[in-house]
């Protein structure tokens, strides 16, 4: 196999193999040997690629054959580095940069128009809103306390520190940029996979909403819906305001997702919390 497929000149090949054979060769023997006048500056070009020393020791085969398959696979990142911009640039009509700093009021518009052509995934981190017709995956901190407004998406809470993350379809992802604000909206590969990582490891590790164990105060509302006929009772026996029985009430449905108080009760029975 020649090595030529692997980004390497004639020249560089014949004097790369030259010295894998003949180690001790000089500069100016290998030159006659080569017929190549211009082969210092053929080995120069070897050592500015790291296949041979500079006592003309070349590196082995495996290392040689493994730093011209990176440098051809760093070459082929850029160029579908530039392939992703330049198609996201036809199909947006806009300069597309693979990292762009947005402001807040950007953000929606953007994520809007990425999803507006049909279903697209979403994986997001204490997202403050995701936007309408997503769906996919969203870790929430623990204690959070909506859940009903993320119809379609998988839940799932967390005790490990959260920040604002959105990734669409794993190509785009949107990530505060810091001081002094705004957010970047990153299409660089290699960083939207890390931040995909990174959701898939705190994912892993977080606890389905139903899962999550339940407050001194939501097991007395619950004990109280199943023993009580009216709010008024309930929230009597519980010593709160019947509006904040009420509240405790609709979080829990929210958390469970029912829709009715029979049906809220039958899933938390159903999840060992009666």
């Keep these: 196999m020649s090595l030529i497929s692997l980004g390497m000149s004639a020249e560089q090949e014949r004097a790369y193999r030259y010295f894998l054979r003949r180690p001790q060769a000089d500069l100016a023997t290998a030159a006659d040997d080569l017929g190549l006048p211009c082969l210092e500056r053929t080995v120069a070009e070897l050592r500015e690629r790291d296949l041979i020393s500079e006592r003309l020791v070349p590196v082995r085969p495996a290392v040689a054959v493994d ?59 204490n ?92 097991h007395q509302v619950l004990d109280a819906l199943t023993r009580y006929g009216t709010d008024d009772a309930a929230a009597r026996a519980l010593n709160v305001s019947v509006r904040k029985f009420r509240a405790h009430v609709a979080e829990l449905m929210s958390r469970l997702g029912a829709r009715t108080r029979f049906q809220a009760a039958l899933r938390a029975r159903a999840h060992g919390w009666l």
């Design 67 to 125: 730093l011209l398959v990176r440098r051809q696979m760093s070459g082929l990142t850029a160029a579908w580095d530039a392939l992703i911009e330049l198609g996201e640039e036809h199909r947006s009509g806009r300069p597309i940069r693979l990292v762009e700093h947005l402001g807040d009021a950007d953000v929606t518009k953007r994520m809007t128009k990425l999803i507006a052509d049909g279903p697209h995934e979403l994986l997001a981190i």
């Design 127 to 218: 997202p403050a809103g995701p936007p309408p017709g997503s769906a996919g995956r969203i870790l929430l901190p623990a204690g959070h306390p909506s859940t009903g407004q993320a119809t379609g998406h998988r839940l799932r809470i967390t005790r490990e520190p959260l920040w604002p993350v959105a990734i669409v379809d794993r190509t785009v992802a949107f990530a505060p940029a810091g001081p002094p604000g705004g957010t970047l909206e990153i299409r660089l590969p290699g960083l939207v996979t890390m931040l995909v990582d990174v959701f898939e490891g705190m994912w892993a590790r977080a606890r389905d909403l139903g899962d999550q164990p339940l407050a001194p105060i939501e």
